[in-house]
């Protein structure tokens, strides 16, 4: 079972900074692409940056310049340090893995639980 726990998450002023981390945890072999996506109330879901296993990132433009994407894959983590933090930033932040060999079992397309993100004074 593929477990991704996301932190960092909480209440920061518009300007503000927050390190979000997702780790990854298990009988861990590889792991392709990890992505972070947010979600707002009323909102689709949408992709945030995402980051391949050579290092290769891509970004959405409303966050491009502000926000960076990184994995340390001895660790099976991924972080976003979010930078100059705008009330439109407010959602919850979700970690993404497209494929993860366990053991000898791949899985797909799974998800961790959330961890919440609010821009506000």
């Known amino acids: 079972q593929v477990q991704l726990v996301e932190s960092g998450g909480g209440l920061v002023q518009p300007g503000g900074s927050l390190r979000l981390s997702c780790a990854a945890s298990?009988?861990?072999?590889?792991?392709?692409?990890m992505g972070w996506y947010r979600q707002a109330p009323g909102k689709e879901r949408e992709l945030v940056a995402n980051?391949?296993?050579?290092?290769?990132?891509k970004y959405a433009d409303s966050v491009k310049g502000r926000f960076t994407i990184s994995r340390d894959n001895a660790k099976n983590t991924m972080y976003l340090q979010m930078n100059s933090l705008k009330p439109e930033d407010t959602a919850v932040y979700l970690c993404?893995?497209?494929?993860?060999?366990?053991?000898?079992?791949?899985?797909?397309?799974?998800w961790g639980q959330g961890t919440q993100v609010t821009v506000s004074s």
């Open positions: 298990g009988n861990i072999v590889s792991i392709g692409t």
């Open positions: 993404n893995v497209d494929r993860i060999l366990m053991g000898i079992r791949w899985y797909y397309d799974s």
């Open positions: 980051i391949i296993s050579g290092g290769s990132t």
